[in-house]
């Protein structure tokens, strides 16, 4: 069964970069021909897409991020990570990594971390 | 951006009812549809995939249905676990997108 689980620092200043990681077990992300990715969800905006990546190199990323993400996997850890540079209090989130399977659908997800943008 | 609209935002159901939620594509997006549970403090699960079909260990009282612009998820009779935040997903074009999301409430 696989299992996803994040890690990184729940509190994050300003204008700084968010760094999450994704660990994944009970499957290997360098043997999959699944998508992995990152969501985030608040009260205000509710569930975004914020992208995902193959470890073959291909990764989405939702254009209105685009600018500021960077997904990338670790396949010697079995890991994959977010960055979003820039932050502020509109990125306070709980933020998921995902499994994509059947074309792009979320069908494993981790618990989710909450991340907060304060000073 | 695809836009899903989904309603109601809201609903009050008793245990046994069959509770309907639709979800409407501001374009064509075929039956690239999912659906996913939610409930207080956990993570999305997801249910449905490509408009109906069921996720492994997913229970048949779940259905879903539709194509192009207008898709429904139904459950057939409401039990007191399925209480929970029900959203659609479009991932026929990026960036994927999520419904608003419908809260199922115990009537």
């Known amino acids: 069964q696989v299992q996803l689980q994040e890690s990184g620092p729940g509190l994050a200043k300003p204008s700084e970069t968010l760094s999450l990681t994704c660990t994944v077990s009970g499957g290997s992300i360098s043997r999959s021909s699944n998508y992995w990715g990152w969501v985030r969800q608040t009260p205000g905006k509710g569930l975004e897409w914020i992208g995902s990546?193959?470890?073959?190199?291909?990764?989405y990323y939702n254009p209105s991020l685009k600018s500021r993400v960077t997904i990338s996997v670790d396949t010697s850890k079995n890991q994959f990570s977010l960055k979003l540079s820039s932050v502020t209090a509109a990125d306070t989130a709980m933020y998921y990594c995902?499994?994509?399977?059947?074309?792009?659908?979320?069908?494993?997800w981790g618990r989710g971390t909450l991340v907060t943008v304060s000073s | 951006d695809i836009q899903m609209t989904q309603s109601p935002s809201s609903l009050s159901a008793s245990v046994g009812d069959r509770v309907t939620i639709t979800c409407r594509a501001s374009?064509?997006?075929?039956?690239?549809v999912a659906w996913l549970q939610q409930k207080p403090g956990k993570a999305p699960k997801s249910l449905i995939y490509?408009?109906?079909s069921l996720q492994s260990g997913v229970p048949s009282k779940f259905s879903g249905s539709g194509s192009g612009t207008d898709f429904t998820l139904t459950i057939s009779s409401l039990q007191p676990e399925d209480f929970a935040t029900y959203y659609c997903?479009?991932?026929?074009?990026?960036?994927?997108?999520f419904g608003g999301g419908t809260k199922v409430e115990i009537k």
């Open positions: 997903l479009q991932y026929n074009t990026h960036p994927l997108t």
């Open positions: 490509a408009a109906s």
């Open positions: 374009q064509d997006i075929s039956n690239y």
């Open positions: 990546t193959y470890y073959g190199g291909f990764t």
């Open positions: 995902t499994r994509q399977s059947a074309g792009m659908v979320p069908e494993y």
